[in-house]
């Protein structure tokens, strides 16, 4: 088709056009635009069916590039931006008056990271624009750790897809800030919440808020199958949905037995890395199984197992 390859410079080029390019982070792929032009931008929540309440994260190829779009006074995000990035972190930053609008919803604050994908990166530079880009899939849906995935839900609606194999992470950036004082955790994600305290000192979780629109990202149903799921001890909920179709998402050893259900383990040998790593993509299969419902159990709450377990319970927050 031409759409999904590896032309830098092609996708830098419809990019300076103000068209959409799917590129691909360590975390999960991105829905790219021009972050500096507003009507490019809009075609991101046109392309998505995004609410406009829902701000977009930019990304640059640099702390020194983020300097341009925001402010980092606060030593304890800029310790953070100098060990973290690139890499699966955004941090909330006042913004620079040519951040436009649509791009924070309105919000003083514009959220930023470096992403560490070596193709992302490149285009960056050869595009000479930073790039608002939410994860490219339609607006509540599960997020998109391949090129295929993208093409499959928003194939029609990009310019291009620049395809860099599979996500690294595998889960959204974490995202902090600083509020009141207080170092900030908005998001669960790719960077643990130990190794931002390790960092930068203690930090207060503000993850949940129901239907809070300054952070859509943390609605209380998101990244969501449109099938069924339910979240909790296998055995238990086996016995509850007795008698249905089920298909498990598992970890480490358990359950023993599965009664003829289908099953895919996030990590047979026990790896919370390997877990996140899988998770979209198994979420993704679950949903297109030949199975009535998806039954899943959380995963230790250990470096990013918090992460998983706040996409697993989101994801079953509407059954
Ligand atoms: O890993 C990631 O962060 C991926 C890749 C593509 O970089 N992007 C991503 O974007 O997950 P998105 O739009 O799906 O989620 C971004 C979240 C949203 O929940 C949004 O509300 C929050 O970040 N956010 C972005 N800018 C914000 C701001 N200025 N103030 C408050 N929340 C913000
Ligand atoms: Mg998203």
Redesign the pocket.
Known sequence: MGKIGTDIEKAAGLLRQGQLVA?P????????ANALEEKAVLKIFEAKQ?PFF??????VPSLEQALLYADISDERLMALARRYWPG?L?L?LP?KELVPPI???G?????I?V?AHHLTLDLLKEAGLPLA?????PFGYI?PTLAAHVDKQLGNKVSYILDGGNCS?G???T?A?VEGGSLVI??L??LAVEAIEKIAGPARLMLNSGSDP??????TQ?YAPRKKMFLGNLEDLAKEHAGKKTILITFGDTPQDTAGSAVLNLSPAGSITEAALNLFRMLREADESGADLILAEPVPPEGLGAAINDRLSRAAAAA
């Not at 982070?25 to 790219?32: C, D, I, N, R």
């Not at 880009?133 to 899939?137: G, L, Q, R, T």
């Open positions: 590129i982070t360590e975390t999960v792929y991105g829905l790219a995004r829902d701000p977009l994260i930019v990304h699966p955004t909330l913004k791009v924070t919803s919000l003083e604050r514009v959220g990271r992403p880009a939410p994860s490219a899939n997020s992470i889960i959204e950036s995202i800030g908005y998001r994600g790719g300054a952070s859509p990202g943390q609605l998101h």
